[in-house]
Every structure is written in C-alpha cells, then in structure tokens.
C-alpha cells in the first residue's frame, strides 16, 4: 500500500477532532500524522500522497501553525505529488471567508507543480466568496463547517474519503459507523 502523510494544524482542536475523525473512518495503518508545527521539509519528500488539514480564521487567516509555516511551506517541490485538502470554516459568520486556507495552500500547490485531487461540492455550503473554490461548483477540497453543520461533518468525510480511495486508486479498510 501506498504511504500517506497528513499535515494538519489545529487552534482550538476542531481540526484535529475532524483528522481523528478521517483516521478513525479509514483505519489505514500506512497513514502518517504530523502536527504542521512539528513538520520539517523532509517530511513532504517521503510521500507522494499528502493529505493537507486546516481551519480559516477571522478574516481569511491561515490557522496559526500554517501561518507559521507558510514561508517555508512556499519553497516546497510538490512535482510528483498528489496532495488532498480539508478545511474548516464558518460559513455564516465569515462567509466571505469561508476555508480561504484551502484556497492559500492549493495556490502554492498548483504553483509549484503539484497535482490536486479530492475536490468537493459547493452545494449545500452558503457562503459569499472563497479562495477554495475550484470554480463555482467546486471547492479544492472538503469543507466543513462545525459552527453551523456539525450534523452533515461525518457524512461528509465519509463521501470525501470515498473519492480519494478512487482518486488515490487504493484499497482502504473502512470502519464501519
């Protein structure tokens, strides 16, 4: 089985609930997890599957660890990879932000040669504007909003998961809910 890493950063541990959420529904035994404050360069070289996990804060700031990180992040080759995103945002609250952190690590994705995968509908979201979106259908990646959605976030990961198996092309042991 292929080897994945998921980097993710978390504030107020709403982020980390939701990537013990995607471990816990996958059960891989190959997956990786590391805290975005404790990554080094190296740990983006290891993998050729990344999975990206962060929430938008205020007015369309990266989670503070990310923010952190970001200049270092910018320099990363991500040519050969294929790179997965999550974010958490409230889309009534800051829905002119709604998961701008999605939007700001694919830009440097894309921008330094990487592929994404794992895009994820618009519909059902009610926000104003995003950096995430894909187009106007889809988001680079799967939003969810624990503020005003908590109810819809299992099932969402769940049909997000679905798609990277297909996307990543991997046989994954799924725990059953």
């Known amino acids: 089985m292929r080897q ?7 504030d107020t541990g709403m982020t980390e609930e ?7 529904i996958w059960n891989l035994c190959d997956i990786t997890v590391i805290e975005v404050c404790e990554v080094k360069k190296e740990d983006f070289e290891k993998f050729d599957i ?11 700031d990266l989670q503070s660890d990310w923010e952190d990180y970001f200049d ?27 998961i701008d952190g999605v939007g700001m690590l ?12 794992g895009f994820w509908s618009t519909k059902g979201y009610d926000f104003k504007e ?3 979106l894909y187009n106007k259908d889809y988001f680079y990646g799967l939003a969810i909003d624990e503020d005003n959605q908590p109810e819809l976030s299992q099932q969402r990961i769940i049909d997000w998961l679905s798609i990277l198996e297909v996307d990543f092309s991997l046989k994954l ?4 809910i």
Request: net charge neutral.
């Open 18 to 24: 939701i990537t013990n959420s995607i471990i816990d």
């Open 50 to 60: 990344l999975i990206f996990g962060l929430s938008t804060w205020y007015d369309g």
């Open 106 to 117: 694919a830009e440097v994705i894309l921008r330094n040669n990487g592929q994404i995968t």
């Open 173 to 176: 042991t799924k725990q059953k």
């Open 4 to 10: 994945i890493a998921l980097i993710y950063g978390s």
């Open 130 to 132: 995003s950096k995430a």
């Open 72 to 98: 270092e992040f910018k320099k990363i080759d991500f040519t050969g990879k294929t790179v997965a995103l999550y974010g958490l945002g409230d889309q009534y609250g800051y829905g002119e932000y709604f």
